[in-house]
């Protein structure tokens, strides 16, 4: 099975749990609209705006206000996840929905957009410089600007050293770190403007706890690693106390590379 469709699979399943457990995405979500919402300002008003990989709509949510002109279009690979996101802004007459995979060429929105944003989704794709250029694609000029915003590989690294420490292989999706990300952009059709990195801690209760809240979100089980119900017990055994988790995020805003 394609890593597109465990994507596709585990968020469909997480559609109804995600925001109840989803804590740091919100976060983020409110801090990324802050940073798009500054860089905007020094823009002409967009009139068209897509989003990739929506989820169940938590940047979403900020569309209306950060582009209060535009023409929203609002995408994701997760039907179930589009019709969480249908229920959430159906009040919002300007706002479409769209099933995409940021995986394959996006040709309906080619040259459409004069923003495109993609938020906690693009570190999922199957090949990220593949996704990269399906969005460049996407934007209608060299004005046109790209707001991404992806979890960097500090957010597991304790996680990853919990599993370690009973010699267990890290079922979880390998983050990328800042560093590798700005060769890929500017690769793949973009000139990066700026970027900034944020953070936010969650406190659990526990390591069973801590993965539930992956099982609600949808974002474990993506490596395929199979693990032991024995070693899995052991694990939680050892790992009952409150566990406070730092993650940490980029976000970026990048235009389309001008030809020379």
Same mark, same amino acid.
């Given at each position: 099975m394609s890593r597109s469709s465990v994507v596709e699979k585990n968020f469909s399943a997480a559609a109804s749990t995600y925001d109840s457990a989803a804590s740091f995405q919100r976060i983020d979500a409110r801090l990324f609209a802050d940073f798009i919402r500054r860089h905007e300002s020094g823009h002409?008003? %967009?009139? /068209?705006v897509l989003e990739l990989g929506a989820g169940s709509g938590l940047l979403t949510a900020h569309l209306p206000v950060l582009f209060p002109d535009a023409a929203l279009t609002v995408s994701d690979l997760s039907d179930k996840m589009l019709d969480v996101c249908r229920a959430k802004f159906s009040a919002v007459p300007r706002m479409s929905f769209e099933r995409a995979d940021f995986n394959q060429e996006l040709k309906p929105f080619q040259h459409g957009f004069d923003a495109v944003l993609s938020s906690m989704a693009m570190h999922w794709a199957e090949d990220f410089d593949i996704a990269l250029r399906n969005a460049a694609a996407t934007l209608r000029s060299e004005n046109s600007r790209f707001y991404l915003c992806l979890p960097l590989a500090?957010?597991?690294?304790?996680?990853?050293?919990?599993?370690?420490?009973? %010699?267990? /292989?890290?079922p979880g999706l390998e983050l990328p770190r800042l560093e590798s990300i700005i060769p890929h952009l500017s690769r793949?059709?973009?000139?990066l403007c700026a970027y900034q990195t944020e953070e936010c801690s969650e406190t659990y209760s526990g390591l069973a706890e801590f993965l539930r809240s992956f099982q609600l979100t949808g974002t474990g089980r993506i490596s395929g690693a199979g693990m032991r119900p024995s070693d899995l017990r052991r694990l939680l055994r050892k790992n009952e106390r409150v566990i406070e988790n730092k993650y940490k995020f980029a976000f970026f805003i990048c235009e389309v590379k001008k030809e020379k």
């Open positions: 002409a008003p %967009a009139s /068209s500090e957010s597991t690294e304790k996680l990853k050293k919990l599993f370690e420490s009973e %010699a267990l /292989s890290f793949n059709g973009f000139s």
